[in-house]
């Protein structure tokens, strides 16, 4: 079955550390990967999405998204937390036929000051 | 700036009652969306539209139905609405020059429907 992984419910980091959010999918093929972020009583914005090429990807906000075909994942990063970074964050992958995302359960990301 | 507007942003409804969601997109694009998100389970494709008058069903279709009259609006219908259906609402649209997979989705505020 297709399927997207957010395996943490919630990442705490302090201001001014790095942090990672992680996904892994289930999807045969070559899936377009996508990383879209979620603020209180707000819709989705988008953050990035990888297509092809390069394995690093760099979006919005100072996020990047490192690319591992090997290991079918997808994890967000950014270098320096801030606390305006707390949200949640949904992972997303095309489907097989190419027609919709799968998306994952979300992770809720706390930056502390 | 891609704009998606939801006709509400809350709604009450009682149990049998004929729900109408409205979503409009102001970039001209192909490809429309709708999704339900509950805590612990993301968001789950309920049904889209690649074109005016086209619809396919998501994951989650039954008990909805869904109405594209034009380009830039995209109707949810919940013909007879059950407390089951109460989540948020999503609509998102994006445009169908590379198709679907790859083209990035934009998404209104959403609407959070009460069933009671």
């Given at each position: 079955?297709?399927?997207?992984?957010?395996?943490?419910?919630?990442?705490?980091?302090?201001?001014?550390?790095?942090?990672t959010v992680k996904c892994t999918y289930s999807v045969s093929g070559n899936p377009y990967l996508?990383?879209?972020v979620q603020y209180p009583n707000r819709g989705?914005?988008?953050?990035?999405?990888?297509?092809?090429?390069d394995n690093l990807v760099k979006g919005s906000y100072?996020?990047?998204a490192e690319f591992n075909k090997s290991q079918t994942s997808f994890h967000l990063k950014k270098p320096s937390a801030l606390v305006s970074d707390s949200a949640l964050y949904f992972c997303a992958v095309t489907n097989q036929a190419g027609t919709a995302l799968i998306f994952g359960k979300g992770t809720t990301l706390s930056v502390s000051s | 700036d891609v704009k998606v507007t939801q006709s509400s942003r809350y709604l009450v409804?009682?149990?049998?009652?004929?729900?109408?969601?409205?979503?409009?997109?102001?970039?001209d694009h192909e490809n429309m969306f709708w999704y339900r998100q509950d805590?612990?389970?993301?968001?789950?494709?309920?049904?889209?539209?690649?074109?005016?008058?086209?619809?396919e069903k998501g994951d989650i279709p039954e008990g909805y139905s869904v109405s594209r009259e034009k380009k830039e609006r995209f109707s949810l219908i919940l013909e007879s609405a059950s407390t089951n259906q109460t989540s948020m609402y999503l609509c998102a649209s994006s445009s169908g020059l590379a198709g679907i997979s790859q083209e990035?989705?934009?998404?209104?505020?959403?609407?959070?429907?009460?069933?009671l």
């Open positions: 079955a297709q399927s997207v992984a957010q395996p943490e419910d919630q990442v705490n980091v302090a201001e001014g550390n790095p942090l996508f990383w879209y989705l914005q988008f953050l990035l999405k990888y297509i092809t090429g100072g996020f990047e | 409804k009682r149990t049998g009652e004929k729900v109408f969601l409205e979503c409009v997109q102001d970039m805590p612990g389970l993301g968001l789950r494709l309920i049904y889209f539209s690649y074109d005016v008058k086209m619809k990035t989705q934009y998404f209104g505020p959403g609407t959070r429907l009460l069933v």
